[in-house]
């Protein structure tokens, strides 16, 4: 079975569940997937029951794809992602993606949990994503390319939009929220970084650090879907705070930025929603 076959049975399923055919996709990361319970009239369906999607095994990913209106706007909400350090293949990583493509999302808002390298962050900050770094050691194109997704060698110059970018600053400025924007460093994890290492990835250009995202938005592009990131801000990366890195921390930290989090996409969504 090709990848393409996989990713239209996962949809094909998805379809006869879920009239609604929302045009913008909204994945939610650690922590931040509460925001998929204020979609009205919503429709769920679980990876483990969506042939060939898997389910998250992380702590603060529910699994599960839910339709509904946001805010007004039809969306799509991946609540709950998985990532390779999971275990799984970047395949399996990109593949909800990939559906929602299918199903017609042509914008996907990518959020996630990440350490800041910036010296001018703090946890709980907000951060568009202005471009990426791959430092997974893996890209998801790898492999025989289907020309039916998007070409060989997709260009990334603009990988997170810039007009969807002008947009998120326009309705950070009417909320009166601080928005941080930068470069988003992808990791696989699972082990939080060295100082060393976040030493280096600030050398690099990095603003932020996290373990997903990077994969789900060079598949996104691929297809000519056009990314929105966001991250949230949940610690100092290592060797800049005094504490250890914890998972509880970080999802500590997407409690006490949940409710500016939903206020920021919220306006987005309903933005994307005017412009049809
Ligand atoms: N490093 C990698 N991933 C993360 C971090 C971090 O400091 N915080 C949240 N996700």
């Not at 800041?116 to 990426?132: A, K, R």
């Not at 400025?173 to 939080?192: D, F, K, M, N, Q």
């Not at 373990?211 to 060797?239: D, F, K, Q, W, Y």
């Amino acid at each position: 079975m090709t990848e393409r076959e996989r990713v239209r049975s996962a949809a094909a399923y998805v379809a006869e569940r879920v009239a609604l055919r929302p045009k913008v996709g909204l994945v939610l990361g650690s922590g931040l997937g509460q925001l998929a319970d204020r979609i009205e009239d919503a429709v769920a369906v679980s990876y483990a029951d969506i042939p060939h999607l898997q389910a998250s095994t992380v702590q603060g990913h529910r699994g599960r794809l839910v339709a509904g209106r946001l805010n007004g706007t039809a969306v799509w909400a991946m609540q709950g992602r998985v990532h390779y350090y999971e275990g799984y293949t970047m395949a399996d990583v990109v593949r909800p993606v990939r559906v929602l493509g299918e199903l017609g999302v042509t914008t996907l808002i990518v959020t996630n949990a990440a350490g800041g390298l910036n010296p001018g962050f703090q946890p709980g900050d907000l951060m568009l994503i202005s471009d990426h770094i791959n430092f997974f050691g893996a890209n998801p194109l790898i492999g025989p390319n289907d020309d039916a997704f998007g070409p060989r060698f997709p260009d990334m110059t603009n990988a997170y939009d810039p007009e969807l970018r002008a947009l998120a600053k326009a309705v950070a400025e009417e909320a009166g929220l601080v928005l941080r924007e930068g470069v988003y460093l992808g990791v696989s994890g699972p082990s939080y970084e060295t100082p060393a290492e976040i030493r280096a990835f600030r050398i690099l250009g990095a603003d932020a650090v996290g373990m997903s995202t990077v994969p789900e938005v060079i598949a996104a592009r691929h297809m000519g879907v056009r990314v929105l990131g966001i991250s949230c801000i949940t610690n100092l990366a290592a060797g800049l705070q005094p504490e250890p890195l914890s998972h509880e921390e970080v999802m500590e930290t997407t409690v006490r930025a949940a409710g500016n989090f939903a206020r920021l996409v919220l306006g987005i969504v309903a933005r994307l929603g005017q412009q049809g």
